[in-house]
């Protein structure tokens, strides 16, 4: 009928995997359970099992598709619970600090049961507890452009244990005019990064960036 429901298995469509069928740890499938995610959204089925095996991706997704959790659980993934790093294993770029602040927490839920250090680093925010945090160690940085390069200036944020950067909105972030600050911050990670791209729509310039 017209008003069948659109998701899930059915006769003529293929069946949507379950997130334990995507290849996450155990941990992060009971998080989304008790946060009542029952089956991934299409940007998360497509997203997750590529990220999950290291391949670069480019992602279109407008907000509200369900995008954070399609990066935030593959670079949970990586994190190794108990270990002494205290440098972070994944950058989170982010046009605004509201993005900063939403994308931080989601990660945080989602990484509770790993005990996932996640640091939001934006203007407007006092840098002596950015800096605090970062020098009892985060695996996960989740940052606007120029507060980034505020403290990768100061020595404050080192990238050289990073595994996989996202650039998140990335349109939004070249509107804002971040394009130069992001090469500054790129070219300060290790080359054999994993780099994911987000962005809702595909300008000839966001090809640019990803083609490079």
């Known amino acids: 009928t017209d008003d069948a429901p659109t998701s899930g298995a059915t006769d003529d469509g293929p069946t949507v995997p379950a ?14 359970t008790a946060l009542g995610y029952e089956e991934p959204t299409p940007i998360q089925a ?34 190794h619970p108990g270990a002494d790093a205290d440098e972070p294993v994944a950058l989170v770029l982010v046009p605004t600090r509201e993005l900063a602040m939403q994308v931080s927490e989601a990660i945080h839920r989602y990484g509770r049961e790993m005990g996932a250090r996640v640091l939001p680093i934006f203007g407007g925010q006092p840098i002596g507890r950015q800096l605090s945090a970062l020098r009892r160690g985060v695996d996960v940085v989740v940052a606007t ?40 911050i790129l070219t300060e990670t290790p080359p054999t990064r994993q ?16 083609k490079r």
């Open 19 to 32: 997130f334990d069928e995507l290849g996450l740890r155990p941990e992060l499938v009971r998080a989304l």
């Open 145 to 184: 452009p120029g507060r980034a390069i505020d403290h990768i200036n100061r020595g404050t944020l080192p990238l050289g244990s990073v595994e996989v950067v996202v650039l998140d909105e990335a349109d939004e972030m070249l509107d804002m005019g971040f394009a130069e600050d992001i090469e500054a």
């Open 46 to 79: 497509e997203s997750i099992p590529p990220m999950l095996a290291g391949r670069d991706l480019l992602g279109q997704a407008a907000t509200g598709t369900g995008k954070t959790a399609a990066f935030a659980l593959p670079l949970l993934q990586r994190l």
């Open 195 to 210: 780099t994911v791209l987000f962005s809702a729509s595909m300008p000839a310039r966001i090809n640019a960036i990803a």
